[in-house]
Each structure stands twice: as structure tokens, then as C-alpha cells.
């Protein structure tokens, strides 16, 4: 490690792993309640599961985007955080914060959580993924802008390069864009219209910023290539991101009330939204092949390619895949959408995550890379989780167009939960999958305690 | 990419390509916000909409159904319920839920303990809901 401050994102990391199993421990529930209804009914309702899954999950990657620019910074800037002190308050504050949050759920009724947050002063709660209390949104916004404001000092003191450039504007559009989830009008179509201003800037806009930064930076590390050449990648990659991902946002304006011309300008440039991510796997794969270097963390570099190929298959191809009006008539708010969240945030964002933290926690465990033994396992829960990511992906997407037939193209229309009966076998599959995807993840943890002899840091 | 292509090129088409596209997007919503209240139908939202939109969040329903597709994908479309069942029955569904579930492999709802008041109101947002010009989603009645 370079830097001492540079230490600081272990913490961020570690909390990001073990959020990182809850979330996948309620995706279980949810999946077995999808076929067994009664299961801790009613203990833990699926709307409550649903809300402990997406919120772990995207805190959980703001603990890892958090801890990667700390660890990042410092070696791009080639200079000391600008207090390392705030950065673990912050970590505190935030880690306290969402367990508070996730206990709330958990043990009061959601109508009485919101009573108890002030939530009728200033209502804010009950939409899909901004489900928090008002105490915890203000808490992030407090959070995010310490964090930026440790972050932007930090650079403004040292080496300005493109790498951080891009980051830190990922991160600070993250933040500003969060604060269209305090506006919610009582007219539905304006909440929806804004609402999206903060879910689709951030997952197809801005969080590709900081996507493409993290692993440009790794890039650099494990490949050696000239930083000239991968931040002209990264620019050409992120131009492509918000010159068909902007106006792209037009493909949630379909059908919920907003003008029809939207169905063009959603069509065209979200049928564009691909190509970023297929220069994302052109540019890991070109880059590691033209390495000048054998770095010795095979590991990180199999997470580096694998981010640039499952964002495209997950957030390319099967966003593709309905994003065209006249398909997403037929197929919005189906399992087909719910197959393409999950293979996207799979292979953009964990992984991604995934690719920083195997680099980084070796350097600081002072290593370069881990042991042999220590790799291959690492490897192995890198092939299950990413094999049962596709397979759950296939198996959705196989319960979605049957929905899809069934349900809304059929002559005899069934209803909504006449079709789902008929959809059960791929229900139990996909949690067939999710075990196995658990197999992967127990064994990911486990390959941090794995010895042998490792070969030191430079 | 050739040594001719720069990354100071590509900086400059990053930031005149964001910027003209958010711009095109902040014109795009200017004029979606004109053309909206034709749309929506704003001038119908009661204070029973209003009200009835604030108890169907603080019980999080979109934890488990969907509402003009977007939420949970776990229980039926709920934006054209008023057309598929009516008011009075989505009442007693909601009013009927048993406190403890039934049982089996059926997907279960809580008992949410709503007052008259929050049925008529939630009902009477399902119905603005419903009245939305939404281009003729969903393809059918079943949602």
C-alpha cells in the first residue's frame, strides 16, 4: 500500500461483503416465497423481504463505490486522504444508520415506521427502492457529502488525473441526482416522471461513470498498459454511456402517463445503450492482452474481464432485449424485467465491486496478491456465483415470456395469478440456482482466510 | 484506437455529448410538462387521491404488485384494478386478508388494518390511477 490513508476502504469493504450475504440471504426468502406463500408469513411479508433486498443491495454497493474511491484517490492524487478521521466516522454513521434502517423494516409495520419518521411532514417513503425513512435519506445525503467533500479536497491538493476526474463526477452526480427522491408530488405520473431521475441516472447514468473509473484503475494496476490509452477508453466508453443512456430514460416513459414520442426517443437511443458496455468488454479484453506485465492477482483480472462481459450481457443484451416499445408493451412490469435486474446489476456493479476489493485487499494485507490456493478458490466462487447469475437470468426470462404469453398474449387471457401457477416449475429453479449462487459467495468469504504462501508486496 | 485519436478528443466528445444530450432531455421534459395535465387528468386529483396515494406508500404495496407495471412483480397490476374488479370488491379484499395467512403454496397478503376513510381513499386513487392516459397499457383487462 501506498498510502496509509489508503487503509481506510477496509472497513468500507468488509461491510460491503457482509451486507452483500444478507441481501442474497432475503433474495432466498423471497424466492421460496414465490412458490411457497406461506413461508415466515407473517413474520416477514414479501414486500418486506423485497425492501431488505434491493436496499441492502444498494447500500451495500455504496459501501463498496465509498471504499473504492478512498482506496483509489489516494494513488491517483499520490497523496494522504484529506482526513482519513472523517472517512471512518462517516463508515460509522452510515453502517449504524442502515442497520437502524433494515432493523426498522424488520420489526415494525411499515405504516408505523413511517408514523414514527415524520414520514407525514414530508412524505417521502413507500416507492420502489427509495423505501428509506426520511431520517435515513437525510442521513445518506450527510454521509455522501462528507464523503465527497473528504474526496474532492483530497484531489483538488494532488495529481489530477482522468481516472479520478471521472470518479469523482460519478459521485457527485450520484449524490445530486439522489435528491429527486425527496420530490414526490400527489400526481403519480410527476412522482413516476422524477422518480426515475434519480433510479435511471444513476444505474444508467452516473454509476457507469464510476463503473468504468474503478475498472479503468484496476486495468491499469494488473495490465500495465499506458494510462494514456485506458483513459481514452474510458472517455470514448463514458461519452457512449450518457449520449444514448440520457435520453435513453425515455424507455420508462412508455406507459406511465407521459407523451407518446417518448416511445421514440426511448426506442432509438435505448437500443444504443449496448454498445457502451460492448466497448467495456473490447476494452478489458484488449487491454489484458496487450498487458507489458504478469501481475501475479489472476484473480482480480478474471473479475476485471468478467465485469466487462456480464454488464454487457446483463445490461446490454437483456436490456435489449425489451427496451423497444413496441416489445415492452407486452413485456414491461413481467419476470423479463426482473431477469434483466438482475443479471445487469450483477455484472456491472457486484462485479465490479467484486474486481476492486480482490485487487485491493491483498495490497492491504500487505501482499501484492493472495496465495495460489487462495486464488483458485476465489476463482471457483467467481465461475458459481457467475454461472447461477445466467442460469436464475435464463430462468426468469423463461418464466417471463410464458407470463407474457399466458397473461397478455393469449386469445383467453389468464389472470395474473393463473398464470403464475402455470410458471412454478422455473420459480423453483431459479431457487434451485440461488442455493448455488449461496455455495458461491460462502466459498468467495472463505477464500479471504485461505494461507499459504503469497508473494509479497513490491 | 489510432495514435491520430486523442484523449483530449475524446474528453471533448464525453463532455459536448453529455451536455448536449441532458440539455435535450431538460427540453424534452419542458415540453412533456406542458403537454402532461391533458394526460393525467391533474384536475380530478381530491384530496382522496392525494391521501389515498399516501396510504397505498406507507403500507408499501409496491413491495409486491406493480402499478402501471413499475414495482414488484409478486402480485397482480394494480393501475387498471378499478376496471378489472371495482371498487367494492378491491374494499373487501383488502378489508378480508386474514391477520395470520392461510396455509399452502398460495402468495399471501398482510392485513393492513385500514380505516373506511383509507379503503375510500385508496380506492378512489386506484380509480384517477385507472383514468390515466397510459397509450393503451396494459395490452388487456388482466393487466
Known amino acids: ?458 | 484506437m489510432s495514435q491520430a485519436f486523442t484523449k483530449s478528443m475524446a474528453r471533448n466528445i464525453f463532455f459536448g455529448g453529455s451536455t448536449f444530450f441532458f440539455l435535450l432531455l431538460v427540453a424534452l421534459t419542458f415540453d412533456t410538462m406542458q403537454v402532461l395535465p391533458k394526460r393525467d387528468h391533474r384536475e380530478n386529483i381530491t384530496p382522496a387521491v392525494a391521501h389515498g396515494k399516501m396510504v397505498w406508500e406507507k403500507n408499501n404495496c409496491i413491495g409486491c404488485h406493480t402499478l402501471l407495471g413499475e414495482g414488484a412483480y409478486y402480485a397482480p397490476e394494480l393501475g387498471n384494478v378499478y376496471k378489472r374488479r371495482g371498487g367494492e370488491f378491491v374494499k373487501a379484499w383488502i378489508q378480508s386478508r386474514p391477520a395470520e395467512g392461510t396455509p399452502g403454496a398460495r402468495r399471501q397478503m398482510p392485513q393492513f388494518n385500514l380505516t373506511p376513510e383509507e379503503l375510500d381513499d385508496m380506492v378512489a386513487f386506484l380509480k384517477w390511477t385507472g383514468e390515466i392516459n397510459t397509450s393503451n397499457w396494459p395490452p388487456n383487462i388482466e393487466g
Do not use: C
Open chain 1, 1 to 458: 500500500m501506498q498510502y496509509q490513508s489508503q487503509a481506510v476502504a477496509k472497513p468500507y469493504f468488509i461491510a460491503a461483503i457482509g451486507l452483500f450475504v444478507g441481501q442474497i440471504l432475503f433474495g432466498l426468502i423471497m424466492g421460496l416465497q414465490y412458490v411457497m406463500g406461506d413461508f415466515l408469513f407473517p413474520a416477514i411479508p414479501f414486500n418486506v423481504a423485497r425492501m431488505v433486498h434491493t436496499n441492502l443491495l444498494i447500500v451495500w454497493l455504496l459501501f463498496g463505490f465509498m471504499g473504492a474511491a478512498y482506496y483509489i484517490i489516494p494513488e491517483e492524487t499520490e497523496s494522504e486522504l484529506f482526513s482519513p478521521k472523517l472517512a471512518l466516522l462517516m463508515f460509522w454513521i452510515f453502517l449504524v444508520a442502515g442497520a437502524l434502517t433494515v432493523v426498522g423494516y424488520l420489526l415494525v409495520p411499515y405504516a408505523a415506521l413511517a408514523k414514527m419518521t415524520f414520514n407525514d411532514l414530508w412524505p417521502t417513503m413507500g416507492r420502489e427502492f427509495l423505501e428509506q425513512p426520511l431520517p435515513t435519506k437525510l442521513g445518506i445525503v450527510v454521509v455522501a457529502l462528507a464523503f465527497l467533500f473528504n474526496i474532492t479536497m483530497t484531489i483538488l491538493k494532488g495529481r489530477k488525473t482522468s481516472i479520478s476526474l471521472v470518479l469523482l463526477m460519478g459521485l457527485w452526480g450520484l449524490a445530486v441526482f439522489f435528491l429527486f427522491s425527496f420530490y414526490n408530488p400527489s400526481n403519480l405520473v410527476l412522482d413516476k416522471y422524477f422518480w426515475w431521475w434519480t433510479v435511471h441516472l444513476w444505474v444508467e447514468g452516473v454509476w457507469e461513470l464510476i463503473l468504468g473509473a474503478l475498472l479503468a484503475f484496476v486495468l491499469i494496476k494488473v495490465t500495465g498498459v499506458d494510462r494514456e490509452i485506458i483513459e481514452k477508453w474510458l472517455y470514448m466508453i463514458i461519452a457512449m454511456t450518457l449520449i444514448t443512456g440520457i435520453v435513453g430514460m425515455g424507455h420508462h416513459y412508455f406507459w406511465i402517463g407521459t407523451p407518446e414520442y417518448w416511445q421514440w426517443f426511448g426506442s432509438v437511443f435505448s437500443a444504443l445503450e449496448p454498445i457502451p458496455f460492448f466497448m467495456m468488454t473490447v476494452f478489458a479484453f484488449n487491454m489484458v492482452n496487450r498487458r507489458r506485465r504478469e501481475h501475479p492477482n489472476k484473480a482480480a483480472t478474471l473479475w476485471a474481464l468478467g465485469t466487462g462481459v456480464m454488464s454487457f450481457l446483463g445490461a446490454g443484451v437483456w436490456g435489449f432485449l425489451h427496451t423497444l416499445a413496441p416489445v415492452n408493451f407486452y413485456t414491461h412490469g413481467t419476470q423479463i424485467t426482473a431477469a434483466h435486474g438482475h443479471m445487469a446489476f450483477y455484472g456491472a456493479y457486484v462485479m465490479v465491486v467484486l474486481t476492486i476489493i480482490s485487487y485491493a485487499m491483498p495490497v492491504m494485507r500487505g501482499r501484492a496478491a493472495n496465495s495460489n490456493k487462495s486464488q483458485v478458490l476465489e476463482m471457483w466462487s467467481f465461475w458459481l456465483m457467475t454461472v447461477s447469475i445466467v442460469f436464475i437470468t435464463l430462468f426468469l426470462t423463461a418464466a417471463g415470456i410464458l407470463q407474457v404469453w399466458l397473461q397478455r398474449v393469449s386469445t383467453t387471457p389468464l389472470g395474473f395469478m393463473a398464470a403464475q401457477d402455470q410458471i412454478t416449475l422455473f420459480y423453483w429453479m431459479r431457487e434451485f440456482t440461488g442455493l448455488v449462487f449461496l455455495t458461491g459467495l460462502v466459498l468467495y468469504i472463505i477464500s479471504f482466510f485461505v494461507g499459504g504462501e503469497s508473494k509479497e508486496a513490491a
